[in-house]
């Protein structure tokens, strides 16, 4: 049986947080707390919501995109449901997939649980927000110290240079919510919380 995963929060898509259209899916749980993190509520381990991979793409699966963008909080402090996250949306769906993680591939190279994640991987950026060295260009990433890994042919480093470092997605209700690479300041009765993939949520 497959491995509930718990959740911060969905965003059906995006076209900030990697190649092309993507949904991005947030981890709950961090114990970094890197500072300058754009998503503190994804630190604290208690989930907002909590299903499985299949659950997941049920509720959330629009059909309009290529691939999903996982971050955090922390994905591989779910080693398990991370590995079933991607296993489905790899073999199921026929999706890329994008891991953005606080740890360095070396340390998850070391952990037999979470290295076979990379099995599933077709690309995976590493390391912890810094916020001494904010990334200033248009490619895929919060801060210059964190590296791209390419485990497949999909796609090259050209595909991670955006069009925009952040979007703004607007709900049914009105609510107003930012996502990408860099901080947006919104009307305090429109705002949520920016949920980003960028590794600063990871970390």
Partial sequence: ????????????????????????????????????????????????????????????????????????????????????????????????????????ADRIKQRAEERRCAEHIDVLIDGGFEEANPETTLIARGSTNQEFYFMTERYTIEDFYLKARTELIVADDGTVRSTGFARVTLPEDSAKSPDSPDSSDSV
Avoid: W
Wanted: net charge negative; aromatic share 10%; charged share 20%.
């Fill in 1 to 104: 049986m497959a491995e509930k995963i718990k959740l911060h929060a969905v965003i059906p898509e995006s076209t900030v947080n990697g190649p092309g259209c993507r949904m991005v899916i947030f981890f709950q749980g961090c114990a970094k707390l890197c500072p300058g993190c754009f998503n503190t509520e994804t630190h604290a381990f208690e989930p907002s919501e909590v299903l499985t991979p299949a659950e997941l793409f049920e509720k959330y699966h629009t059909g309009n995109i290529e691939g999903i963008t996982v971050s955090g909080g922390e994905p591989f402090l779910q080693p398990e449901a991370l590995y079933d996250l991607l296993q489905y949306a790899k073999e199921e769906l026929k999706l890329s997939t994008v891991v953005y993680t606080g740890f360095r």
